[in-house]
């Protein structure tokens, strides 16, 4: 799977970590950095790692913050991405097959490296259930977006 990952400085060992982990289990993987522990902004790496799913570069996100909160809220306010802070394995997945989350943000001040593991292969192993009572949501939220973002 093509995976798009950034990070800002209160993900950036997560993301040194998990970049590897994704390299090894053979995802194509398209960081975005931060490359150094220095401090960043969160929502510049949001926008990168949305536009790369806007436009078909990757098909998953992962976005690393200090708690993660930052990065999913400036990842929701991209057209058709839809980001969720998940710290268990449970809402990572269901989160995929239920709602078709896109973008995985997690916080690297919050999680460890072994849970983190499990939380994004958790997330990136679910397809979306194309059943109707999750269609009709996700129709809505899309339809919800479309209106307040024109």
Known sequence: MHVAIAADHGGFELKQQLVAMLRQEGHQVIDFGTHAPERTDYPDYA?????AIQQGQAERGILICGSGVGM??????????????????YSARQGVEHDDMNVLALGGRVIGTAL????????LSAQFLNRDQYLARLQKVQHMEQELKE
């Not at 999913?72 to 394995?89: E, F, M, Q, W, Y």
Request: net charge positive; proline share 0%.
């Open 47 to 51: 926008l990168l790692v949305g536009r």
């Open 116 to 123: 983190a593991i499990e939380v994004v292969r958790a997330f």
């Open 72 to 89: 999913s809220i400036a990842a929701n306010k991209l057209r058709g991405i839809r980001a969720a802070v998940c710290h268990d394995t």
